[in-house]
């Protein structure tokens, strides 16, 4: 995963991603700087071969904030107070997964569902609007409660996609917005 992130980005790495990943290392394992780099190049295909330029003064500041120490044999090993950072990263990393995922469903979803709904709507505002005068009072209401029962199923279908998937909370809290067609 990592290394396929890595080649899309042609080597560039984000801000802060380094400090984390020297961080994740060493949560596995006490490493020299040169055993950091290694690993990093290895794990990632040599695609990213971090330099004793960017090692080095990270380790340092990581030192200088408590976040590792170093032994007797120049091996850096994570502290408490790093893997206690390093956990409050992994549930944030862990919330915005999920929520990219949820976006990522419901974009393709939404998607499929707006296309669909935009070709019947369309159909249907054509009819309407060319025999909304010829329509008696009985036809406008058939004609709105199609429209209502189709809604009631758009909306229990989301509804249970959002259980099915753990999504559904806070949906109460959300609110709904009534639709009123007259």
């Known amino acids: ?82 893997k206690a950072l390093l956990g409050d990263i992994n549930v944030i990393q862990g919330i915005v997964r999920k929520q990219l995922d949820v976006m990522m469903h419901f974009s393709t979803l939404s998607m499929f569902i707006a296309k669909d709904l935009l070709e019947r709507i369309t159909s249907l505002g054509s009819m309407l609007a060319a025999n909304i005068d010829k329509m008696t009072q009985q036809e406008r209401e058939r004609y709105r409660e199609f429209l209502m029962a189709q809604l009631k199923k758009l909306d229990e279908s989301e509804s249970k996609h959002e259980e099915k998937n753990g999504y559904d909370q806070g949906r109460e809290n959300r609110g709904k917005e009534s639709i009123k067609i007259e």
């Not at 080597?11 to 290392?25: C, D, E, I, N, T």
């Open 1 to 82: 995963m990592i290394s396929e992130w890595l080649q899309r980005i042609s080597g560039a790495v984000p801000k802060g991603f380094s400090r984390y990943y020297v961080l994740s290392l060493l949560s596995e394992r006490p490493m020299t700087g040169k055993e950091i780099m290694e690993e990093a190049a290895k794990r990632s295909n040599n695609l990213w071969k971090p330099s004793p330029g960017l090692v080095y003064p990270l380790l340092g500041k990581l030192l200088q904030e408590g976040l590792i120490e170093e032994d007797d044999h120049g091996r850096y090993r994570i502290t408490g107070k790093g």
